[in-house]
């Protein structure tokens, strides 16, 4: 194992950044997580992975909640017992998995608000892959096989979602450059060229903060 870093990664639809955790992790040899994390928290909690995945990366519908972390109690992770909406709940079971699978060392976590989630953890570093439209409707087409009329669309509402998802749970801003460490347009460096950008940049990073390599 080459890093002790845990990587988050943010990124438009179709920017090919889940492709770039993976490779990354992969490089790296560590742990990756993205829908595995649904499975897992529907296991910590012992709720249906169903109810994970209907809300994955969705913001609550009310507008009567403002979420501050670790303020909410949580019975069991029984639903209902609180006045909390339930996705806020489920955010907040998720959060915990996220914590604890990186506090069990270096590891890639794609988007799922996991840089805000770690922010007072040490060694994290937060990644945006993002790409021109149009590179992102061709990899929609061409990847993800969505319908050349339809993938534009999809691309704009799924970035739509996420936005609305990070802005709800966070202080911060998703895809504005000062939320992140490092950001990376995939249309010009392609899959490889970033996951070998970060890992340079991690290298880049420990150095400068006079830990070893």
Same mark, same amino acid.
């Not at 890093?3 to 990124?11: N, S, Y």
């Not at 209902?80 to 339930?86: K, Q």
């Not at 969505?146 to 749970?169: P, S």
């Given at each position: 194992?080459?890093?002790?870093?845990?990587?988050?990664?943010?990124?438009?639809?179709?920017?090919?950044?889940?492709?770039?955790?993976?490779?990354?992790?992969?490089?790296?040899?560590?742990?990756?997580?993205?829908?595995?994390?649904?499975?897992?928290?529907?296991?910590?909690?012992?709720?249906?992975?169903?109810?994970?995945?209907?809300?994955?990366?969705?913001?609550?519908?009310?507008?009567?909640?403002?979420?501050?972390?670790?303020?909410?109690?949580?019975?069991?992770?029984?639903?209902?017992?609180?006045?909390?909406?339930?996705?806020?709940?489920?955010?907040?079971?998720?959060?915990?998995?996220?914590?604890?699978?990186?506090?069990?060392?270096?590891?890639?976590?794609? #988007?799922? *608000?996991?840089? &805000?989630? =770690?922010?007072?953890?040490?060694?994290?570093?937060? $990644?945006?892959?993002? %790409?021109? @439209?149009?590179?992102?409707?061709?990899?929609?087409?061409?990847?993800?096989?969505?319908?050349?009329?339809?993938?534009?669309?999809?691309?704009?509402?799924?970035?739509?979602?996420?936005?609305?998802?990070?802005?709800?749970?966070?202080?911060?801003?998703? #895809?504005? *450059?000062?939320? &992140?460490? =490092?950001?990376?347009?995939?249309?010009?460096?392609? $899959?490889?060229?970033? %996951?070998? @950008?970060?890992?340079?940049?991690?290298?880049?990073?420990?150095?400068?903060?006079?830990?070893?390599?």
């Amino acid at each position: 194992m080459s890093t002790e870093t845990v990587f988050t990664i943010g990124r438009q639809f179709g920017s090919g950044g889940r492709k770039v955790g993976k490779t990354l992790a992969e490089k790296l040899g560590i742990p990756f997580y993205d829908k595995e994390l649904i499975a897992i928290s529907a296991r910590d909690s012992g709720l249906s992975e169903e109810l994970f995945a209907n809300a994955d990366e969705k913001a609550t519908s009310s507008i009567f909640y403002s979420l501050v972390m670790g303020n909410y109690p949580m019975a069991s992770g029984a639903l209902g017992v609180t006045e909390m909406p339930l996705n806020d709940q489920l955010f907040l079971i998720q959060s915990k998995t996220i914590k604890r699978l990186a506090s069990l060392g270096p590891c890639v976590i794609v #988007g799922r *608000c996991a840089d &805000y989630i =770690l922010r007072e953890q040490e060694n994290v570093t937060n $990644i945006f892959i993002h %790409a021109k @439209l149009a590179d992102r409707v061709k990899r929609a087409i061409d990847v993800y096989g969505i319908a050349a009329g339809k993938a534009e669309d999809v691309c704009l509402k799924t970035d739509k979602q996420r936005a609305n998802f990070y802005n709800y749970y966070s202080d911060r801003k998703w #895809g504005m *450059c000062r939320t &992140y460490d =490092l950001s990376l347009d995939s249309g010009m460096l392609g $899959i490889e060229g970033c %996951a070998d @950008l970060i890992i340079h940049f991690d290298k880049l990073s420990t150095a400068h903060k006079g830990l070893p390599i």
